[in-house]
């Protein structure tokens, strides 16, 4: 059964750290591109972070360049984003979705093959 499944988030407090996995079962994870999305209460769903298939491209919205880093292990078919200097405004359902495209493309926009349910990461004091 083909499964995206997010897990890390929680409760923390301003200026704190979070990781989150996104454990793909059902599928092979280096033949697509890994995007994380985020949808806070009340706000349209962005686009985070994103990472090619070959693991060579990534990019950033600006709001967490600098604090958030995307990264992949094709060998335990799972993909990580590591949140730092966390902020109230991080606030938000964390979704992981994967695409299949050419070459090692990365865009955090566009349609997606797969997504996850999401994982709640609470910024909060």
């Known amino acids: 059964q083909l499964q995206l499944v997010e897990s890390g988030g929680g409760l923390v407090q301003p200026g704190g750290s979070l990781r989150l996995s996104c454990a793909a079962s059902?599928?092979?994870?280096?033949?697509?591109?890994i995007v994380w999305f985020r949808q806070a209460p009340g706000k349209e769903r962005e686009g985070v972070s994103c990472?090619?298939?070959?693991?060579?491209?990534?990019k950033y919205t600006d709001s967490v360049k600098g604090r958030f880093t995307i990264s992949r292990d094709d060998t335990k078919n799972t993909a990580y984003l590591q949140m730092n200097s966390l902020k109230s405004e991080d606030t938000a359902v964390y979704y992981c979705a994967v695409t299949r495209r050419p070459f090692d493309w990365c865009g955090l926009s566009g349609g997606m093959d797969y997504w996850g349910k999401g994982t709640l990461v609470t910024v909060s004091s």
């Open positions: 059902g599928l092979t994870l280096n033949s697509y591109a």
């Open positions: 990472i090619g298939k070959r693991g060579g491209s990534t």
